[in-house]
């Protein structure tokens, strides 16, 4: 009764790009169908699951090799973090 009502919102960097999210791709589900448990749970604590904020391409490699591409990107998910706690 603790968590009835409370909203769940989570915030993923996944290191693979989005094309290895997909059905067809390297983990044959999209990560909306990963985070079905955690939907399940929240739903079962009478919690709100919030849309996620996801990003990809967040691997180490990425962030060696275009450093400033990586930090660019890594703004703009903190700024739609920051627009989705704001939208609760």
Do not use: W
């Amino acid at each position: 009764a603790k968590l009835s009502g409370k909203t769940v919102l989570l915030s993923i960097t996944a290191g693979a790009p989005e094309a290895a999210y997909q059905r067809g791709g390297f983990t044959g589900h999209t990560v909306f169908e990963l985070l079905t448990p955690l939907a399940v749970t929240a739903k079962a604590c009478s919690m709100i699951f919030a849309e996620p904020v996801v990003s990809y391409g967040y691997s180490v490699p990425a962030a060696q090799n275009d450093k400033e591409n990586y930090l660019a990107n890594a703004r703009k998910h903190a700024q739609a973090l920051s627009a989705q706690l704001k939208a609760l």
